[in-house]
């Protein structure tokens, strides 16, 4: 199969949107990288991104007019900047294919690639911005961008089947690869904690409102006089003040390995967020055989077999009572465990992921696709 020399384009290069890369990245390693993006310091300094790229065929280019919200003045500056990058990189035959990575990347990246005619267009984007937020009218104006920015060309590829169905939902033709992630067992076992007494609730990401922390805590506040549950958010972020019940541990940003290794301590993998693209935390817990316990919400939903692997929940009641059904009937733990690992090899295996996206680089791919 033949190298390709392919341009990502991210807005905000921290969080989920950082693992996604990467392992398309490792992946892909006889293909060329460029990586166009922006810079969030608060969330994710670039040097702290920089480290998790050791190969070398990724390159990086600043994009410095990028930021996230909305704003007239910077976004025209954002679109003449990436013009003259795209441009420059056409101009010296380095672009086969133009991935865009989130909203506004996908937005203006789309406006840019047609005016320089650039055919080979792929736009991922994250978790729909028409579902993010609580406000009808935001949520109205970014749908309308969205069908605005589809009308400029590339096609749009959905990292799980519900997100598709939003989209498509909103009028929008899009196909799905899943997100995918490395599931073959390492060779040598993480660390365990042995002393393990009580039960042990963990969700894994930033602490902000998309991940929805009131109701993490809201569930965790139910349990905090009784001493055998324990809650623990491995991150950190903005709204890790509304996380007040007693109960709850918040470890902080640990390495990939650290975080892993107290993953693997969990009895379940909660998930509170208010929506998701298809979560790399989810997964890693997937690939780690830990049954979990989502919010009902696009992303979410495609990583439960109802009943099997795990459940869905669409209030903090019916969390709780789930929660108190594992810890009742903890010899069903391994089996549900045993499920999410089926589920992760079967749905969201890395290898599966990156071969679709590589023929959809080199223009081989049915755009009926779905990955379902």
């Not at 693992?19 to 490792?26: A, N, P």
């Not at 133009?98 to 789309?110: A, E, N, Y």
């Not at 019916?318 to 079967?346: R, T, W």
Request: with cysteine; proline share 5%; glycine share 8%.
């Amino acid at each position: 199969m033949m190298d390709v020399k392919i341009v990502h384009v991210v807005e905000p290069l921290a969080g989920g949107i950082v693992t996604f890369l990467k392992s398309l990245v490792e992946n892909l390693p006889s293909d060329s990288h460029i990586i166009v993006h922006g810079e969030r310091i608060k969330v994710m300094p670039f040097p702290e991104v920089r480290r998790q790229f050791g190969h070398s065929n990724a390159r990086f280019i600043r994009w410095r007019s990028a930021q996230r919200s909305l704003h007239p003045v910077k976004d025209i500056r954002a679109f003449m900047e990436l013009y003259t990058i795209l441009k420059r990189l056409k101009r010296k035959k380095m672009v086969d294919a133009v991935h865009l990575h989130s909203s506004k990347s996908g937005f203006i990246g789309r406006l840019v690639c047609r005016m320089l005619r650039i055919r080979n267009v792929v736009y991922t984007p994250n978790g729909a911005p028409f579902m993010v937020g609580n406000s009808k009218v935001s949520n109205y104006l970014y749908k309308q961008l969205e069908r605005l920015g589809a009308s400029f060309g590339g096609r749009v590829v959905c990292c799980s089947p519900s997100e598709q169905e939003a989209y498509e939902h909103a009028g929008i033709q899009a196909i799905t690869i899943n997100n995918g992630i490395t599931v073959a067992i390492p060779e040598q076992p993480l660390a365990v904690v042995a002393d393990k007494s009580r039960f042990r609730v963990v969700t894994s990401g930033r602490i902000l409102s998309q991940k929805d922390p009131l109701l993490f805590n809201e569930i965790a506040a139910y349990f905090m006089d009784l001493p055998q549950f324990e809650f623990l958010w491995i991150g950190d972020g903005i709204d890790a003040d509304l996380l007040t019940s007693p109960n709850i541990t918040i470890t902080g940003w640990l390495s990939p390995a650290d975080a892993k290794s107290l993953l693997l301590t969990s009895d379940v993998y909660l998930s509170t967020a208010r929506f998701e693209g298809l979560s790399f935390a989810v997964l890693e817990a997937l690939s780690l055989k830990k049954p979990v316990l989502l919010t009902d919400c696009v992303g979410n939903r495609d990583m439960v077999n109802q009943g099997l692997n795990g459940d869905l929940f669409t209030s903090p009641q019916q969390a709780i009572i789930k929660i108190i059904q594992y810890f009742n009937n903890g010899y069903m733990l391994p089996v549900m465990g045993g499920h999410s690992g089926v589920h992760c090899e079967d749905a969201f295996d890395i290898l599966q992921t990156k071969d679709k996206y590589k023929d959809l680089y080199l223009g081989t791919i049915d755009f009926q696709l779905t990955g379902r």
